[in-house]
């Protein structure tokens, strides 16, 4: 390192991704990306999704920061069953690009903050197809979207690089994790009930069929979500990215719609406006859904 706050990125024309996608790529990418990426990984720990030798080698998920990360990196020690776990938070740039340097393609963040990580800010329905067909995925958010809405809760749609999509709710961080899975398990549940031939929350594969799994389990504490802006370690560098849901409708977007060369475009139209700055407390959600329920 040539100053504390700069970070090298070494071997830059190492390839890490298929059709030449190199560090050095990825470092341009994150830097110009970062004014848009920071502000959804501030604060909070991360796991490190780490390819030193790109996809033919072995893939680390890192909780734990190692010794020789440089002093000016944040760390967030958490409590663990049987002791403690000391995770990376990336505050700037600096930090992002470092992690490029260390081939962590991928971040995954906590759903709550180091300085509360009982209470999440961050609620996610995980949408996931049983075979590769962004339709169902679509219109599973459609109907997502339309619940929440019906609720009285915000919510927005990020394609997640792979083969679905995000539903974010931001929450105001009065509830704790067991309250804010009980509640995302509840809204599944009653979707699932809903629209029974295309929507499940069967936990087995082998239960599922031809649904789509409305999957909740990240809304757990020292569970992760793919952050968003962050490149997915797959061919074409593809980008979990946020959107609107008037873009969602177009048929031209998939989950991998946006990768390295065109996501900081799309962040830069602020297709969340003002999303986050919304979080809601679950009480009155809760009191809508069980009058729906019946109950």
């Known amino acids: 390192m040539t100053d504390t706050r700069t970070p090298d990125v070494r071997r830059p024309d190492k390839v890490l991704l298929p059709d030449g996608i190199t560090k050095s790529d990825l470092a341009e ?4 990306i970062a004014p848009h990426m920071l502000p959804h990984l501030r604060g909070r720990p991360l796991m490190l999704e780490r390819h030193p030798d790109g996809l033919d080698g072995p893939r680390f998920m890192q909780k734990d920061t190692p010794d020789h990360y440089p002093d000016w990196i ?73 619940m929440l809405d019906d609720l009285g809760l915000p919510s927005a749609p990020m394609t997640t690089g792979s083969r679905g999509v995000h539903v974010v709710v931001p929450l105001d961080g009065s509830q704790d994790f067991d309250e804010v899975r009980d509640f995302a398990r509840q809204v599944a549940d009653t979707l699932a009930a809903e629209h029974p031939d295309a929507l499940t929350t069967a936990p ?32 074409g560098a593809p980008v979990a990215t946020p959107l ?50 019946g109950s």
């Open 204 to 235: 087995r594969k082998k239960d599922r069929g031809d649904r789509l799994f409305l999957d909740v389990l990240r809304n757990a504490y020292a569970q992760t979500a793919v952050a968003p802006y962050s490149v997915r370690a797959k061919p």
């Open 74 to 146: 944040h760390r967030a020690e958490v409590p663990k069953e049987g002791g403690t776990v000391t995770h990376t938070v990336c505050d700037d740039t600096a930090t992002l690009i470092f992690l490029v340097d260390q081939a962590a393609l991928t971040l995954h963040r906590w759903l709550s903050r180091a300085d509360d990580t009982d209470h999440p800010d961050r609620l996610v329905f995980d949408l996931d197809p049983a075979r590769d067909d962004f339709e169902t995925v679509r219109e599973a958010a459609r109907l997502t979207h339309a």
């Open 244 to 293: 609107s849901w008037q873009q969602l409708g177009a048929p031209a977007v998939g989950a991998q719609h946006w990768n390295i060369t065109n996501a900081a475009e799309q962040a830069r139209t602020d297709p969340w406006d003002g999303l986050l700055g919304r979080g809601r407390s679950l009480g009155p959600a809760w009191r809508k859904l069980r009058t729906r329920q």
């Open 29 to 32: 990418y994150h830097r110009a």
